[in-house]
């Protein structure tokens, strides 16, 4: 199916389908004792202790990793347009076993729209027992920009989304001014550290299971400094555990499509009186699709690990208005609006093609979850953890990947983990890839070229907290995979030096790529900015991980 096709379940008036169209993971979880009945649907089974950094060597879990989204918009967001059942049918569909409507904050969504769409989240959940369904907020940050804030299923969800709502976003304060120079930006930044801490203790308390936020598009208009970010993450780094390493709207640079200036991602901005003035006027675009914070090796992402601190990627949606569909916006009956009502009219179809930039979630950007039990917390478990990789266009069907010393015998460490070895210690990467085995929703088999490796020295806290640069990163190995398709592995060797470090993995379908954003020295074949107008996403696609710590010992 191409994307010009209109599918049938986009009809709003057609019941939420228990569709499995990858079930793959949940058919690997199913095969695992313990993890029928109620607890299997409610996310209810105990979360999986995560694997300790003390001793030598490690052995973590094997997994199964649930696809999912955290970044969709419904009919309870200002500006989206889609039904539940569309969009729940839609993920279905595309394979997606979890995903998070994560609506804009505004008066109409915190006093009606809320508990409105908390109903229609119970009534889905109980339709669609194998689909896991968050409730969330996009939280509009004071002094920056967005972020996904949900929690786990519980009798608070809904009332601790509001509270917060209404005591911490930006927006609805307004507490918007973020620029360097302006009198609120100290107050504006430190109430979102103040949120975020907040959200910590309602966790601690028991009020809700468990809360997660994810920094959404953080360099769409450059308002997300780095010092916001680490402050963020700082102030509760089991709550504020990542960034959004792609965005959402990655058809809006389909030739002919939104027009001759679009770049995909919507990345279409430039700096203004709230950007951070550090960043450069070439790191408002996307790269292969990626944030330019992920792309650059070397960069923020990058700077961010060194201190040694894990800060998780994921990918997604971000759903508002799909590409090439014929739905718009139903019309408004007299007297009422999104202020008084919280919720859009359902949506009309017109047989025209309709403006859009997006992708069905699972249609093209995938946040893939290492799990050992499916369940919400399971999945809120794996996010915290780092057992995370991201893929677009469909281009891996599986990855999995180990680091264990060679005098070890278990499985190793896995993504998000830490290896404590010794200064000279021989080690192997383990990376398993599984090809795509079936055409994406593009009708294109996809396949990758190579698998990168890159490494960076871990160096503690960072002196200026306003840098975004990681000096000690680069590309170290580089697998050509073309033609190699089924499950195999790739083995890597690395010796530990005299200093901490990370590996993380990056690959591509090697359609589009030349010297990285910080030179060829660095990173020789990275992703590169399309031309305007002229980024069609299905032939740039990318795959990245998480990374892999190792801890020297002696070294701090």
Known sequence: MTEQQLPAWADPSVSPAALDAQGVSRRQLMRRAGLF???????????????????????????????????????????????????????????????????????????????????????ARAANPRQLIFQGLEWYIPGAEHCTVFAAPGRHEVDLLTKFELAYDGKLLGYTAGGPTHPDTPRNEAHAVKAIKWLAAQRRSGYVDDVLVFANHPMRLGIDSPHE???WRDAAPEIMIGMEGAPGAQGGAIPGWRGPTSIRGEYENKPSADSWPGYPTDSYLTYGGFDWMTATVGGMWDAMLSEGRLFTITTNSDVHRVVFDTWKNGDWPSGQNFDNTGRLPDPVN???????????????????VGVTRYGYRSVMAGLRAGRVWLDHGHLLDGLDVRLKRDCDHGRGVTLGGRLRVRKGEKLTLNVTVTTASRPNPHDILPEPAHVDVIRGAVRGPAADRD????????VVHTADVSGRKGTYTLRIPLTAGDESFYVRLRGSDGNR???????ASVDPHGPIPHEPGDGDPWLDTWFYSNPVFVEVAGHR
Do not use: C
């Open 37 to 123: 009945g109620a607890a299997f649907a409610a996310g209810s089974l105990a979360t999986p202790a995560v694997a300790s950094a003390r001793g030598f060597g490690g052995n973590d879990p094997r997994l199964a990793y649930l696809v999912g989204d955290h970044h969709v918009h419904s009919v309870y967001s200002h500006d989206a347009k889609y039904t539940f059942s569309q969009l729940a049918q839609a993920s279905a569909e595309y394979g997606l076993d979890w995903m998070v409507f994560n609506e804009h904050s505004n008066f109409g969504h915190a006093q009606y729209g809320a508990k409105l769409e908390h109903e229609e989240i119970l009534k």
């Open 229 to 231: 970010m680490r402050g």
């Open 350 to 368: 017109t047989t025209e093609p309709q403006p859009g930039g997006d992708f069905w979630p699972g249609q093209f950007s995938r946040t893939h």
């Open 467 to 474: 840098n975004w640069r990681a000096p000690a990163t680069k």
């Open 513 to 519: 790529h030349g010297a990285g954003y910080l030179g």
